[in-house]
């Protein structure tokens, strides 16, 4: 699986789009992106998943480069509740279902 | 929305205890996983199961065993808790979306202390 880079933390105020960019240089044809974060005590949550189209749910929206070797997150107007540690995680489709976690972004929001 | 559950949210345990943490999810995903999480290091897996009574070890399967005896429930296992089995451990289950995407649930976790 294509390795993925995210810096360790951002600041973002309340209220504001906050980006978070990860990089998978690395990615293969066939491996999609997802989108984690975990808030503090909490098990991680789902937040959104690409392969090579921009998507966007109630959560977030995820824009994957052209090229696929980075892609971001957008959280359109972070508030209070979105201070989490977020990961970018990249795996190939219909294989062994584990998922691989890094040590992910630290995002906190600001009043 | 799919549940994951886990049995205990605290654990202490003494060193050299047999511990069991267990897991139960109710939307009848075919994938279970056990991850552990320390300060520093991310989520590491320990075990992951595919179907009943089938089992993947992980990155960091020592010290550790899993059971798989329904589709609901698995179960990690610490034959002989040691201090450094101290940690969050986490569980989930997945779906396999149409296109071979893969979504993990999980559940909130179970912080053992093992003095």
């Known amino acids: 699986d294509a390795k993925t880079t995210q810096p360790p933390s951002m600041d973002c105020a309340e209220g504001r789009a906050a980006n978070l960019p990860c990089n998978h240089s690395t990615i293969s044809g066939n491996e999609y992106v997802y989108w984690y974060r975990q808030i503090h005590s909490q098990g991680p949550q789902y937040i959104i998943h690409?392969?090579?189209n921009n998507e966007t749910n109630e959560m977030a929206s995820l824009i994957i480069t052209e090229d696929r070797k980075s892609s971001t997150l957008i959280l359109p107007h972070a508030t209070l509740r979105d201070t989490a540690v977020y990961y970018c995680?990249?795996?190939?489709?219909?294989?062994?279902?584990?998922?691989?976690f890094g040590t992910g972004t630290r995002l906190q929001v600001f009043p | 929305d799919v549940k994951v559950t886990q049995s205990s949210r605290y654990l202490v345990k003494r060193t050299g205890e047999k511990v069991f943490l267990e897991c139960v999810q109710d939307m009848d995903h075919e994938n279970m996983f056990w991850y552990r999480q320390d300060p520093g290091l991310g989520l590491r897996l320990i075990y992951f199961?595919?179907?009943?009574?089938?089992?993947e070890k992980g990155d960091i399967p020592e010290g550790y065993s899993v059971s798989r005896e329904k589709k609901e429930r698995f179960s990690l296992i610490l034959e002989s808790a040691s201090t450094n089995q101290t940690s969050m451990y986490l569980c989930?289950?997945?779906?396999?979306?149409?296109?071979?995407?893969?979504?993990?649930?999980f559940g909130a976790g179970s912080r053992l202390t093992v003095l």
């Open positions: 199961s595919y179907d009943v009574k089938m089992k």
């Open positions: 989930a289950s997945s779906f396999r979306t149409a296109s071979g995407a893969n979504v993990l649930t």
């Open positions: 690409g392969l090579k």
């Open positions: 995680i990249v795996r190939v489709a219909y294989n062994t279902d584990k998922l691989i």
